[in-house]
């Protein structure tokens, strides 16, 4: 069960984000609005959430996730792949050391997006992606054997992140969508395939119990609702246009 969550909130320079998805710019005051409702729907599924103020500095600085992995017994700070995104990190190790006795350190030539990595349990999942190398990955790994967790490494080769197309939501399911449906290393879980035209709900998250995921794709939400998972949508539309989606927008631990 998580109890905490950590966010930031989206500056005006959200608007010179990275972005792949052509969508246009998001319109930031609508933006606001929709990561007030975020949080909102965080306390709702019973978190305590920490909002760290604007970064304008750092475009991309509200997807807190990609900066840190947060395990049961360390904090990893990554070193994400895109180099506008390094500076985020001082920040949040420092955040982190209010919650964390340990905290471990990704270093170069070792890149990590903490989005191309899925927990299961005690095991990790992480995706070979354009902002996720091996140096990293096996670094990651070496942490997470160093307090008694394990690691292996998919290989990416249609998304970003490896959480943009598949969610893992306890209970043995895993939400999967594209490449991922057919993936030899979940072929041991209930995969629920999400259909290529709502592809964008793949990247849902389950907090306690209850699974968020994006407003607007009905055949994704009746499918998980048909698993028993109670099921909150969020509208992240503005953060969709910079390749963001809910695991994004927060680290929950």
């Known amino acids: 069960m998580f109890k905490i969550a950590i966010v930031r909130k989206p500056g005006k320079s959200m608007l010179k984000g990275l972005t792949t998805a052509e969508l246009g710019l998001p319109d930031y005051e609508n933006a606001l609005v929709q990561h007030a409702e975020y949080i909102k729907v965080l306390k709702e599924c019973g978190l ?4 760290l103020e604007e970064d304008e500095k750092h475009p991309d600085s509200t997807f807190v996730e990609d900066t840190a992995l947060l395990t049961r017994e ?27 006795s340990y905290i471990e350190e990704v270093q170069e030539p ?10 299961v349990g005690s095991h990790f ?11 990293g990955a096996e670094q990651v790994v070496e ?8 690691g292996s490494t998919v290989n990416l080769e249609e998304v970003l992140h490896l959480k943009t197309g598949v969610a893992y939501l306890e209970r043995n399911n ?36 209850t699974v968020l995921i994006p407003r607007g794709f009905p055949k994704a939400k009746e499918m998980i609702k048909s698993e ?5 949508e969020v509208d992240v539309s503005e953060f969709r246009k ?10 929950r631990f």
């Open 125 to 135: 999942y992480i995706g070979l992606s354009e902002r996720t190398n091996e140096k």
């Open 228 to 232: 028993g998972y109670a099921v909150k």
């Open 110 to 119: 070792g890149t990590v997006d903490a989005g191309d990595i899925m927990m």
């Open 74 to 100: 360390c904090a990893i700070i990554t070193n994400p792949g895109a180099l506008s995104r390094r500076g985020e990190i001082i920040e949040i190790k420092n955040v982190l050391k209010e919650y964390y």
């Open 48 to 51: 305590e959430v920490m909002v």
């Open 174 to 209: 895993l939400v999967a969508c594209g490449e991922f449906i057919s993936k030899e290393e979940f072929q041991g879980f209930n995969i629920l395939e999400i259909d290529k035209d709502e592809s964008y709900a793949a990247n849902c998250i389950w907090v306690n119990d």
């Open 143 to 150: 942490y997470l054997e160093k307090y008694g967790m394990r």
């Open 242 to 251: 910079l390749d963001g989606g809910l695991s994004c927008l927060s680290l």
